[in-house]
């Protein structure tokens, strides 16, 4: 697969070289855990790539739900991208501010939503940043545009579902967050979560998936990285993580890799930590 792949990953060069075209809409999708202290409107009203719009993934979500950021129905979503005019026949590039995090998961929300010409910016805006690249702080013109969608069911697993496969082991479960949070051995960020992991999954933290400078490795370098955690890469696989963020990162590795069958757990640990009577293994 090339560097550039228009419905996974994109270089800063390739945005760089189709800047210009009608059709191209770019996305800030940046978002913090509260314990980074850090305000990503705030900093997307002070600098962003020129005219890209801000999603907020806590905004633009199902509201009837107590789990954070869980994906919008898909009335809410075309109803938030016409108001920021992106529509059909739109390739959408995201970035964050911290390299790859949060755009991955805006990325899945669009695969999810069938609008499949989307892509990451690897290496995100501090990579824009790093190479001397314009920024500004005017928000862009935004004029409505026509959307439909098609919510694709089979990119997202509820609790039950996950359940099942746990039991089952008709599918593999890989875990984004870090070895010590897996383990137990290290306390989850939001309050009320018991510590440890779903059983029968496998952990393979997100930073592995990662450059030093947040971008994505190669495609041979996530390939060796799936044979070390010995992860079948003909067998299905569901994806989680703290609440459903970087559990997105691992899903963007695996449709890099060509891997088609996989689904994001939405609900994560926030869900599956918070009830007692699912079963936690620690270790």
């Not at 954070?68 to 009335?75: C, D, G, R, Y």
């Not at 929300?109 to 190479?131: C, I, N, R, S, Y």
């Not at 959307?147 to 039950?160: E, G, I, K, S």
């Not at 299905?236 to 590795?253: D, H, Q």
Request: negative net charge; proline residues 6%.
């Amino acid at each position: 697969m090339p560097h550039s792949d228009p419905k996974t990953l994109v270089s800063t060069d390739w945005l760089a070289r189709h800047f210009n075209d009608p059709d191209l809409r770019i996305i800030d999708a940046s978002w913090y855990l509260p314990a980074a202290n850090r305000n990503p409107k705030a900093e997307y009203d002070a600098a962003h790539i020129p005219n890209a719009r801000f999603f907020d993934i806590d905004e633009i979500a199902d509201a009837k739900s107590d789990l954070p950021h869980m994906a919008p129905p898909p009335e809410k979503f075309i109803s938030r991208m016409r108001a920021k005019g992106i529509g059909d026949g739109h390739q959408v590039v995201v970035y964050d501010g911290a390299g790859i995090i949060s755009a991955a998961r805006v990325w899945w929300l669009f695969h999810l939503m069938d609008k499949t010409d989307t892509a990451v910016l690897d290496g995100g805006l501090p990579k824009w940043l790093a190479e001397g690249r314009e920024v500004e702080d005017m928000p862009p013109i935004e004029r409505d545009r026509h959307m439909t969608v098609q919510r694709n069911a089979q990119l997202v697993r509820n609790v039950t579902q996950v359940a099942a496969a746990a039991k089952l082991k008709d599918a593999q479960i890989l875990d984004a967050r870090s070895e010590a949070r897996f383990k137990g051995q290290a306390p989850e960020p939001r309050e009320g979560l018991r510590s440890g992991h779903i059983p029968n999954s496998k952990n393979l933290p997100f930073q592995e998936l990662l450059n030093s400078d947040g971008t994505m490795k190669s495609v041979e370098g996530l390939t060796d990285i799936m044979a070390a955690r010995d992860i079948d890469m003909k067998a299905p696989v569901i994806t989680t993580c703290g609440s459903g963020v970087t559990a997105a990162i691992i899903t963007l590795a695996l449709e890099r890799l060509g891997h088609k069958n996989h689904s994001l757990y939405d609900g994560s640990w926030a869900e599956w930590g918070m009830y007692n009577d699912l079963k936690v293994d620690q270790g």
